[in-house]
């Protein structure tokens, strides 16, 4: 009896809407109502001198960081969809990328290689 009442409680706690969850979709099951932000890989790139941001669209801000929080390169009002740029990064180096788009913040880390 105890096992069957865990088991449904498991069940509903999963099917039924959580605040906690914050803007998760009610039913885990239900793929359709993902956004975008949930599907999308954006990939950061330094290959040969070359700064590359991959998978994202629309306009923003893109600034890169060493990791102690020195600004390195800044690039306003860029276009982000196939992005690139030529800067000189130390290789080797752990740099974090803060891209700034219609009010969200997204902040990326990659090694300089």
Known sequence: ????????????????????????????????????????IVNIIYKNGVFSIKGMTGSGNVKIYSIIGNEVASFNQVDLYNFQRNISLELRTMYIVRIETQGQVKLFKFVAR
């Open 1 to 40: 009896m105890k096992q069957r009442l865990l088991l449904f409680f498991s069940v509903t706690i999963l099917l039924t809407p959580n605040s906690l969850l914050g803007n998760m979709p009610s039913s885990p099951i239900n793929s359709t109502n993902y956004t975008s932000d949930y599907a999308t």
